[in-house]
């Protein structure tokens, strides 16, 4: 019997993913490498590059099946945004997806940026949402200079941790 190949597992798989070297941890950063994973499934043509730019030291603070319910849409449409073809006439352009997180110290923000060929707009699913509104989050699009959309959901800190601090 001949020795099977090694698989890879994760966004690695995906041969245009890219993932800082920063330790893998659960938390946030694991969601989102999940999300991604699954974002890069769903869109199996794709010739699109993701970074992952997730400090180990970002943490949820809800309910972790929530936030991924509300990332995984937007993930989605970013890959699918970047996959786009260039319009006629224009030269060739990066297909790529930025998910960069910031702790602003009252929030948590996990921006998703593509670099489609045009600024979507970002209405999401009844469901998403729910979701957002359940955590108290907000979701922002705005235009990004060089083209494509950068969607940020901004997750606050619950008030009685903040206090407990």
Known sequence: ????????????AHADARILAMPTVGGLRGL???????????????????????AAEHAT????????????PLLRDAVEAAAEPAPRGAGPRLREVVV?????GEALEIEVADSGAAVRTVTGSPDVRSVVE????????????????????????????????
């Open 1 to 12: 019997m001949a020795p099977q190949k090694p698989t890879q597992r994760g966004p690695a």
């Open 32 to 54: 989102l490498e999940a999300a991604v994973t699954e974002a890069l499934a769903a869109a199996p043509g794709a010739d699109v590059r993701v970074t992952l730019d997730v």
């Open 61 to 72: 603070h809800d309910d972790p099946a929530a936030i991924r319910r509300a990332i995984l």
């Open 100 to 104: 960069t997180t910031v702790d602003t």
């Open 134 to 165: 359940r955590l108290g989050a907000t979701v922002t699009a705005v235009g990004c200079p060089e083209g494509g959309t950068a969607v940020t959901l901004r997750l606050p800190r619950r008030r009685a941790r903040s206090m407990a601090a």
